[in-house]
């Protein structure tokens, strides 16, 4: 498991140091990184039960390819706990963790001072671990990760900006955080 999270990490900083390297040739255009909480993720949709925290944190860095397209790389952590009643007075309760690490693009409709609009595509993969507490059993396995954010809000000064999404994927049905621009 630690061999895991090490190679995501080690392939998220090599991704990033490519990204930087890269930015030194757009330097009229801001480069951004965020922080977010995305509700209900396409994990934690499907399940049946009481759920607790079904959601992720997420982190974005994008930097610009042109006016109106940012491409960069998303790391996601997401967590839900539930139970599920299967009847005869037997219950469990299960704990689902995932992290994902997606490539991702965005598509500004308006990119004003102090407003924008955009959509956003990601796609990559998960690692996800489920594990019961009745059983010692883990079940780990790896997935593809994807968001699509129909539309996006962001409003603020043009260095720090607040923001909100809808769409669907492993960062939230609604997502809503900080971005600062580097």
């Known amino acids: 498991m630690k061999k895991k ?21 757009l330097s009229n255009y801001n480069y951004d990184l965020s922080i977010s909480y995305g509700y209900k993720t396409h994990e934690s949709v499907s399940i049946d039960g ?44 299960f704990h689902d963790y995932y992290y994902s690490f997606m490539p991702a693009f965005r598509y500004y409709h308006l990119n004003k001072e102090n407003i924008a609009l955009y959509s ?3 796609l990559g993969f998960s690692n996800q671990i489920k594990n019961s507490s009745s059983y010692d059993d883990k079940n780990n396995g790896m997935s593809f990760a994807f968001q699509v954010s129909v539309i996006g809000i962001e409003f603020g000064i043009p260095l720090v900006r607040g923001f909100i999404e809808g769409g669907y994927g492993s960062q939230g049905i609604v997502q809503a955080g900080l971005k600062v621009c580097l």
């Open 120 to 122: 956003k595509a990601a």
């Open 50 to 93: 009481k759920v607790s925290w079904p959601g992720a944190i997420n982190v974005q860095y994008m930097y610009p390819i042109t006016e109106k397209w940012s491409m960069g790389a998303s790391a996601v952590y997401g967590m839900s706990t539930y139970t599920v009643d299967f009847g005869y007075g037997y219950s469990d309760e």
């Open 5 to 25: 999270i090490a190679t995501i990490l080690i392939t998220f900083c090599s991704v990033l140091l490519g990204i930087a390297t890269k930015a030194q040739d």
